[in-house]
């Protein structure tokens, strides 16, 4: 199984930082990454896929990089409600895996 | 609009069953490969299978091999998840959510989780 480390699992940030999640896949997944943010309580919502590209709705604030092992979603400015937990995933070979979560806080 | 909508929240005792639905409801179901994603509490998510709904072929993690089955029903365009010899760590929100495939969008939209808990 591919095997997704984020970092870091947790950070805490302010209104209008720029914040940077980093995902490593064990090994190389091309594009096949997805990312989600989640808030208590509810289900993920898709940020991010294929690497780069934008979710429909999805504010430009948020934006995705990387390709082969490893990526980053960077969040331009934070705003309240972008604290949340965020996840990465790869779509590349099943078992699909996620990665272990990062807990934006204030 | 697209929906994807569960069944009600279930209790149960170890080594019973579990089915959980998903509804489709506002594209062409049998687009889109119907995936199952858990989570425990207060921990991450956890990818369990996909079924294709135009043929009923599925993939299963390892992790759930021997004890899940997801089927379908097109005439009600409906997916279920069945979980067979529960225990306390299958305790979890089990959620639909669907993908089309190539570089479509992954999991664009999801159903709003089924709590199953499993106690003695």
């Known amino acids: 199984d591919i095997q997704m480390t984020q970092s870091p699992s947790s950070l805490s940030a302010s209104v209008g930082d720029r914040v940077t999640i980093t995902c490593r896949a064990s090994?190389?997944?091309?594009?096949?990454l997805a990312w989600f943010q989640q808030k208590p309580g509810k289900a993920p919502k898709s940020l991010i896929y294929?690497?780069?590209s934008l979710q429909s709705g999805v504010p430009s604030k948020f934006s995705g990089s990387g390709s082969g092992t490893d990526f980053t979603l960077t969040i331009s400015s934070l705003q309240p409600e972008d604290f949340a937990t965020y996840y990465c995933q790869q779509y590349n070979s099943y078992p699909w895996t996620f990665g272990q979560g990062t807990r934006v806080e204030i | 609009q697209v929906q994807l909508v569960q069944s009600g929240a279930e209790v149960k005792r170890p080594g019973a069953s579990v089915r959980v639905s998903c509804k489709a409801s506002?594209?062409?179901?049998?687009?889109?490969?119907l995936h199952w994603v858990r989570q425990a509490p207060g921990q991450g998510l956890e990818w369990m299978g996909v079924i294709d709904p135009t043929s009923g072929s599925t993939t299963y993690a390892q992790t759930f091999q021997g004890r899940v089955t997801m089927t379908r029903d097109t005439s009600t365009r409906t997916v279920y998840m069945e979980l067979s010899s529960l225990r306390s760590e299958d305790t979890a929100v089990y959620y639909c959510?669907?993908?089309?495939?190539?570089?479509?969008?992954?999991?664009?939209?999801w159903g709003q989780g089924t709590l199953v808990t499993v106690y003695s």
């Open positions: 506002g594209y062409t179901f049998t687009n889109y490969y």
């Open positions: 294929a690497a780069s």
């Open positions: 959510t669907r993908y089309y495939g190539g570089d479509s969008p992954l999991f664009d939209y």
């Open positions: 090994q190389g997944i091309s594009n096949y």
